[in-house]
């Protein structure tokens, strides 16, 4: 029972373009969000997380936007650099917990 | 600061056989939560640990335990090592607090069990 999923396997984009990275949840006591990014053989690198008492949360080149009625998160990264190229997990939680559920990943390829 | 150490880095083992896995927190850090990622179920929540006790447990058998010490690192062992049990075993630490906090990664553990 996947209860975070990310149904984009792989996602290429131009150099200094935006990257949009989508994750959808179904359990709705999940209230804290995060984004890891990864490298084969690595551990995740933690790079941005939200609380569900916010629909935005923004920094440097990379924002989350949460939508809790469509249980619906996403990552954008602006511009983006080859260096963004890596494999992308959503992960959420509950208050209080310390257990993360991620989704299956998104490869995500810039292109110079 | 540094970060989640993880040793070894890398382990084969063969069927049968047991194993055990350590963990380092970063300074300060008290929870520690491990995790496995194999291609067929991504990554899974295996347990977590705060001062020196299991505070959370993933849908794992029983072979997997881990335990805490008083300086908050951690161990993992797994044992009677089935083929399956390959995979990269990540640690990652946390402070604690009452809202989520967000769990810092080590680089792992690859498991290979032949």
């Known amino acids: 029972d996947q209860q975070v999923k990310q149904n984009s396997p792989s996602l290429s984009v131009q150099e200094g373009r935006i990257s949009i990275l989508n994750c959808d949840y179904t359990?709705?006591?999940?209230?804290?969000f995060l984004w890891y990014k990864k490298y084969p053989a690595e551990g995740p690198t933690f790079l941005i997380s939200?609380?569900?008492?916010?629909d935005k949360n923004e920094d440097g080149r990379f924002t989350v936007f949460l939508n809790k009625s469509a249980k619906h998160l996403s990552l954008h990264i602006v511009p983006s650099q080859p260096g963004d190229s890596a494999v992308y997990f959503c992960?959420?939680?509950?208050?209080?917990?310390?257990?993360?559920?991620f989704g299956t990943g998104t490869r995500l390829t810039v292109i110079p | 600061k540094a970060g989640v150490t993880q040793t070894p880095r890398y382990l084969i083992k063969t069927r049968g056989q047991q194993v055990t896995l350590s963990c380092s927190p970063i300074s300060g850090h008290r929870s520690v939560s491990w995790y496995q990622q194999t291609p067929g179920q991504g990554l899974q929540f295996l347990f977590e640990?705060?001062?020196?006790?299991?505070?959370n447990k993933g849908n794992f058998p029983g072979r997997f335990s881990g335990r805490q010490f008083s300086n908050s690192r951690s161990e993992m062992n797994v044992s009677t090592l089935e083929l399956g049990d390959s995979a990269l075993y990540l640690c990652a630490s946390s402070l604690p607090v009452g809202a989520s906090s967000t769990q810092y990664f080590g680089p792992g553990t690859r498991l290979t069990v032949l």
């Open positions: 992960a959420a939680t509950q208050t209080g917990a310390n257990n993360l559920f």
């Open positions: 359990n709705s006591m999940f209230d804290y």
């Open positions: 939200i609380s569900s008492i916010k």
């Open positions: 640990y705060f001062s020196e006790t299991q505070r």
